[in-house]
């Protein structure tokens, strides 16, 4: 709540310092807590604390939402995700009352659900489009610990991501297409970086869902020629190692860092990767 609170009042008081903190430090920092350490990030999440406070407070309806409402809010979950994350070029990026007003709109959206649906159902586990990614990088994380929003597990959702996490065959019966979704994020994130906010939106969409479309097709290929390999793996890495490629000389840019800095970015970070893959290998060769 109280990075929330920090984030709303930067954007309004000091605008460019605020878009400085959303886009070149939590956001980037979330793909690593991802795969480290996912319970981490869902403490820490403010629209997920949010989401809490009715529940806290004795106030939620607590209903229940079907199995088949929330594979569409999943679904809803994607959508949001492919369309907004284009639309930093256009706008988020740099228009800081737009993202403003758009978190106050997110969080309303969110103490709503809270208030009326069981637990973290209906936008935690549903139409957040920050889920799928967290699910995805989440893959390499052996944590079993539900995070501190789940200390009393309500059972609020059907064949929960969080309790069959390394389940792949569950995750994939309960979100349609989880495995093309991976298949497809490499050539997602490519796309977003070598676009520009000088693009037009057909441009600048055509670009990230070709890319994307194209990551697809190769490791679907990959996947179906070669199905022992466990394509999904190399898939989230590659992910993973190309956004902060891309991601980090930004950063460094955006706060003036020097070069060597960045250097050491760069190996900090790959660093961090590499022994969580060789950990999770290590550690849970069935699952790998």
Same mark, same amino acid.
């Given at each position: ?14 605008? @460019?310092?605020?878009?400085?903190? +959303? ?26 604390? !949010? ?43 740099? @228009? ?5 007003? #758009?978190?106050? !709109?997110?969080?309303? +959206? !969110? ?58 065959? +569950? ?35 055509? #670009? +990230? ?60 970070t790959y660093s961090i990767i590499a022994l ?13």
């Amino acid at each position: 709540m109280i990075i929330l609170a920090v984030v709303l009042v930067t954007l309004a008081v000091y605008p @460019d310092m605020g878009l400085k903190l +959303v886009w070149s430090l939590i956001i980037p920092a979330a793909p690593l807590i991802f795969f480290l350490m996912p319970n981490v990030w869902v403490s820490l999440c403010p629209f997920a604390i !949010v989401q809490s406070i009715p529940r806290r407070m004795n106030i939620s309806r607590g209903r229940e939402l079907s199995g088949k409402q929330t594979r569409w809010l999943r679904i809803l979950s994607w959508g949001l995700l492919v369309v907004l994350v284009p639309a930093r070029h256009l706008v988020f990026n740099h @228009d800081a009352l737009i993202l403003l007003l #758009t978190t106050l !709109v997110l969080a309303a +959206v !969110v103490f709503y659900s809270g208030y009326n649906y069981k637990g973290l159902s209906g936008w935690c586990m549903g139409a957040c489009p920050i889920r799928p990614v967290e699910m995805m990088y989440g893959q390499f994380n052996l944590e079993r610990h539900r995070p501190e929003v789940c200390t009393d597990c309500e059972q609020c959702n059907d064949n929960c991501s969080r309790s069959h996490i390394h389940q792949r065959e +569950v995750l994939e019966a309960n979100n349609a297409g989880f495995k093309y979704f991976i298949f497809a994020f490499p050539g997602f994130v490519v796309g977003y970086y070598i676009c520009g906010p000088e693009m037009s939106a057909a441009s600048l969409y055509g #670009t +990230v869902y070709g890319l994307s479309a194209a990551s697809l097709v190769l490791f679907y290929l990959f996947d179906r020629f070669w199905p022992q390999a466990k394509i999904m793996n190399y898939a989230i890495i590659l992910a993973l190692v190309t956004y902060y490629a891309f991601a980090i000389p930004g950063i460094a840019e955006v706060w003036a860092l020097p070069d060597a800095t960045v250097s050491f970015m760069f190996a900090i970070t790959y660093s961090i990767i590499a022994l969580g893959v060789i950990r999770f290998y290590r550690q849970a060769p069935a699952a790998s």
